[in-house]
């Protein structure tokens, strides 16, 4: 890897020799520590990526994206920049909008578009910003979004415990409210090989997110339902890496 700083892709997990990268967006309100539990359940020859939004870790002193379309152009230039070889694009919530939309944007750039998607725990996008979608509200008052944030496992201990950190936090949360309220769907598609989770419990995601999304991609699809809710439960969420099908597929040399 190779023209783009360690602080914009963060590496997790490298390995001599590898052979694909698996490439995780930063969470929606959130940073990259949750992908490290993954590194212990990669199938051989693929390093972790984690690209991190500006604004936040070890990007904090660029100023957060404005708008939806200024983060999209910030993520597809970081990887062109990153020479990755080939690689998956992972997004998880409204990180999976994201990663769908510089999917798209990326379509007919065979050097540096993905050789799979896979999205986690997110509607698709083809109906807008729904109820669902617009919670947390940029009117939530500080309690409010901390609710939130500790319901969805987005306020570690030590933030809370902190309140240099917490106001940290609320911070990122609100640049990443404004640029969530920007985003519209403007008929994106992508002919990837296109997998999908969600959680059995997960109260966000509507009963009819697994055929829109396969209305969206031209290229193999799946979905797969999975227990828990948003995140899943702990095990799954650990562990997601071997329920990777196209990571899994390259891993055997075989198609996605």
Do not use: K
């Not at 950190?165 to 640029?179: F, H, K």
């Not at 990777?244 to 198609?255: D, K, N, R, W």
């Amino acid at each position: 890897m190779s023209g783009v700083r360690d602080t914009t892709m963060v590496p997790l997990h490298r390995t001599p020799h590898a052979e694909r990268t698996l490439v995780g967006l930063s969470f929606f309100g959130g940073g990259t520590a949750a992908y490290r539990p993954w590194t212990a359940h990669l199938p051989p020859a693929t390093d972790l990526v984690v690209l991190c939004y500006p604004g936040r870790e070890g990007r904090f002193v660029e100023p957060f994206a404005r708008d939806w379309s200024e983060l999209v152009d910030d993520v597809a230039h970081s990887l062109r920049a990153a020479d990755l070889g080939p690689y998956l694009l992972f997004g998880h919530s409204m990180s999976g909008w994201t990663a769908f939309d510089v999917a798209a944007r990326l379509e007919t750039d065979e050097a540096h578009r993905p050789a799979a998607l896979v999205l986690s725990s997110c509607n698709a996008p083809d109906r807008g910003l729904t109820e669902s979608e617009l919670s947390p509200a940029a009117q939530d008052d500080d309690d409010r979004l901390l609710e939130w944030m500790g319901t969805h496992g987005l306020l570690p201990p030590h933030v809370r415990e902190s309140a240099d950190l917490t106001e940290v936090a609320l911070e990122l949360m609100r640049a990443d409210i404004a640029v969530r309220d920007t985003f519209v769907h403007r008929g994106a598609r992508v002919s990837v090989p296109l997998q999908v989770f969600s959680g059995a419990g997960d109260p966000l995601i509507r009963a009819d997110a697994g055929p829109r999304w396969n209305a969206l991609t031209s290229g193999p699809y799946r979905h797969d339902v999975l227990g828990g809710g948003h995140f899943y439960t702990p095990e799954i969420w650990q562990t997601l890496p071997s329920r990777i099908a196209p990571v899994h597929a390259a891993a055997a040399g075989s198609a996605s």
